[in-house]
């Protein structure tokens, strides 16, 4: 299978620990997105990267985030001290942005629940 | 965040009755995207759209780009039983480099 991968599909977490998620995407995209969506909610943009440039982060994204692309092929997002207020669906997308068009595929997603 | 204006928010049909949505933005866009997500799954893309007017089938999907560029509609023919998820659109603004998204319309299948 060539499409986006994530890693864990489930994440179970206590209040306050960290946790790290990977995303592979598609070999030859070199454009890579964060996404989180809440139940009943479309996917709504964290940030991205362009090889290993991040180049946009959203304010949806606090201090207790961080991602990175350190080699321009998979990501990694790390949440801080996690509160429930985490407890979503984070989604990874990747994109050939080539003559003006950036479709997007998505992977699977890791549901991360903070308890 | 922003998203799109996607209506209708659920649909109750029949198997074998053909389905519609729509989705509207006050912003214009220059892609339109309509993806279909399963439960606990990410969402798989149907339709792309790269220009206004465009009218693109896939199997028994039609989607249309709207001519102001402000809209877009996915028609499903004679829906079948897999049919059933939650549709999503999505518009991307190149100035923005990202997608935004609306809220789904969840197609229920009545036995």
């Known amino acids: 299978d060539t499409g986006v991968s994530q890693d864990p599909r489930h994440k179970i977490t206590k209040r306050g620990q960290n946790v790290t998620f990977r995303c592979d995407p598609i070999?030859?995209?070199?454009?890579l997105y964060w996404y989180r969506q809440t139940l009943g909610q479309g996917p709504e943009f964290l940030t991205y990267f362009q090889n290993e440039a991040q180049l946009e982060k959203s304010r949806l994204l606090s201090d207790r985030f961080s991602a990175e692309r350190p080699k321009g092929s998979f990501s990694t997002l790390e949440i801080q001290r996690t509160e429930q207020g985490d407890s979503a669906m984070y989604l990874c997308?990747?994109?050939?942005?080539?003559?003006?068009?950036?479709?997007?595929?998505f992977g699977p997603g890791t549901r991360l629940t903070v308890l | 965040g922003q998203q799109l204006n996607q209506s209708p928010q659920s649909m109750f049909i029949q198997e074998g009755e053909d389905v519609s949505m729509n989705c509207t933005s006050s912003?214009?866009?220059?892609?339109w995207l309509w993806y279909k997500q399963d439960p606990g799954e990410g969402p798989v893309l149907l339709i792309a759209l790269y220009k206004a007017g465009e009218l693109t089938s896939n199997g028994r999907l039609t989607a249309q780009f709207g001519i102001t560029r402000k809209d877009s509609f996915l028609n499903i023919s004679a829906s079948i039983p897999s049919d059933v998820g939650i549709y999503f659109c999505?518009?991307?603004?190149?100035?923005?480099?990202?997608?935004?998204f609306g809220k789904g319309t969840r197609l229920h299948i009545l036995p």
């Open positions: 997308a990747s994109s050939l942005r080539a003559g003006g068009t950036d479709t997007q595929y």
């Open positions: 912003s214009i866009f220059n892609t």
């Open positions: 999505a518009g991307l603004r190149y100035r923005d480099d990202k997608i935004i």
């Open positions: 070999s030859e995209h070199n454009r």
